[in-house]
T-cell receptor, first 115, second 111 residues
Framework: GAVVSQHPSRVICKSGTSVKIECRSLDFQATTMFWYRQFPKQSLMLMATSNEGSKATYEQGVEKDKFLINHASLTLSTLTVTSAHPEDSSFYIC???????????FGPGTRLTVT | KQEVTQIPAALSVPEGENLVLNCSFTDSAIYNLQWFRQDPGKGLTSLLLIQSSQREQTSGRLNASLDKSSGRSTLYIAASQPGDSATYLCAVRPDDYKLSFGAGTTVTVRA
């Protein structure tokens, strides 16, 4: 149990376009989901905390108008990268906090490449 | 702000040797500490989770210790195998559920 999926696993988009990444908890409910960004050979950096039914909380330095987060249900959070630039190219990983035991379970990640 | 450091950044050992991976953190007020494995281009797999009240956790060939007062944790992997080659990340969790990650130790086990 406690499986988290992400879609797509890889995406290539052109500079200036927007791309949406989905994070789903498949077999449990998650009132809170987290979005991380990882650059090559670096650690995961928390971008924002997504709470079901309310606005996301962004970490310092993360542009909320560029990285739009929506947590519309207890099993789905989406991250939309708007007006993407090559420097947005990165590995994006989500995690979902299981309400029952408060542990975080991680998705497989999405590789975004902006050309 | 919590800082998590992992040393060494990379490690290469022959098959069968024991692995010792270190993690240190600056703020001892943590709820738990977790070790993850990450394969190239993949997500995270949780290996061991140690609550702040615990000193160690074991799972098969893996053993993790925690010394909260000194801000240290060590992951031991016994009798390493080529399949253990991966990046190992440690993360600490304060009360607000926001995990702070180290940069990881990349392990290569040579056959």
């Amino acid at each position: 149990g406690a499986v988290v999926s992400q879609h797509p696993s890889r995406v290539i988009c052109k500079s200036g376009t927007s791309v949406k990444i989905e994070c789903r908890s498949l077999d449990f409910q998650a009132t809170t989901m987290f979005w991380y960004r990882q650059f090559p050979k670096q650690s995961l950096m928390l971008m924002a905390t997504s709470n079901e039914g309310s606005k996301a909380t962004y970490e310092q330095g993360v542009e909320k108008d560029k990285f739009l987060i929506n947590h519309a249900s207890l099993t789905l959070s989406t991250l939309t990268v708007t007006s993407a630039h090559p420097e947005d190219s990165s590995f994006y990983i989500c995690s979902a906090k299981r309400t029952a035991n408060y542990e975080q379970y991680f998705g497989p990640g999405t590789r975004l490449t902006v050309t | 702000k919590q800082e998590v450091t992992q040393i060494p950044a990379a490690l290469s050992v022959p098959e069968g040797e024991n692995l010792v991976l270190n993690c240190s953190f600056t703020d001892s007020a943590i709820y738990n500490l977790q070790w993850f494995r990450q394969d190239p281009g993949k997500g995270l797999t949780s290996l061991l989770l140690i609550q702040s009240s615990q000193r160690e956790q074991t799972s098969g060939r893996l053993n993790a210790s925690l010394d909260k007062s000194s801000g240290r944790s060590t992951l031991y992997i016994a009798a390493s195998q080529p399949g253990d080659s991966a990046t190992y990340l440690c993360a600490v969790r304060p009360d607000d559920y926001k995990l702070s990650f180290g940069a990881g130790t990349t392990v290569t086990v040579r056959a």
